[in-house]
């Protein structure tokens, strides 16, 4: 029976012994570093194009939210994008949030895009449901105005990983 140790070539005698070098997971094998999976590479989940779209509105936080930031999106729309210098610190900002927030959300059949246009401006509607194929809660949206707007806020703050969800699924 031979042991582990036995594939290494022989050592001088007296030599110190070399540690092994840190084997890498093997789904981390080949990839440049900071990309977490290469499929997310060839088209961006979320465009720098929208979220300037979105920065317009961004004393609101709007860009913030879909970029995955819900916190410094409330942050931004509590105090006007952090009295109106954090907005304008945000327009240098949105190409680097977009890289990050496309290498953390999975592509798919659902366009993140799409989904945050449809939430940002028909959301009390209930449209951007209806758009992921959640049918009835798109339709208790658009009877009770986006769960009297407290639906509204929730998909504000949850609509990435919603859309990360359904692009997920089998």
Do not use: C
Request: aromatic share 14%.
């Amino acid at each position: 029976m031979s042991s582990p140790d036995s594939a290494l070539p022989p050592q001088k005698p007296g030599a110190p012994e070399k540690p092994a070098p840190p084997q890498a997971h093997p789904s981390m094998a080949a990839r440049p570093a900071g990309v977490t999976d290469p499929s997310r590479q060839a088209e961006p989940t979320h465009p720098a194009l929208i979220g300037y779209i979105f920065w317009i509105l961004g004393f609101t936080g709007a860009h913030r939210f879909y970029f995955g930031r819900p916190l410094t999106g409330i942050l931004w729309f509590f105090t006007g994008g952090l009295l109106l210098i954090g907005w304008i610190v945000d327009l240098f900002l949105i190409p680097s949030m977009a890289d990050v927030a496309s290498r953390r959300y999975a592509p798919g059949r659902y366009d993140y895009s799409v989904a945050w246009l449809l939430q940002v401006f028909l959301g009390i509607f209930g449209i951007h449901r209806f758009y992921l194929g959640k049918i009835i809660s798109g339709v208790v949206w658009l009877l009770t105005g986006g769960l009297f707007g407290l639906g509204y806020i929730y998909d504000m703050l949850t609509l990435n990983e919603q859309i990360e969800e359904a692009n997920t699924a089998p």
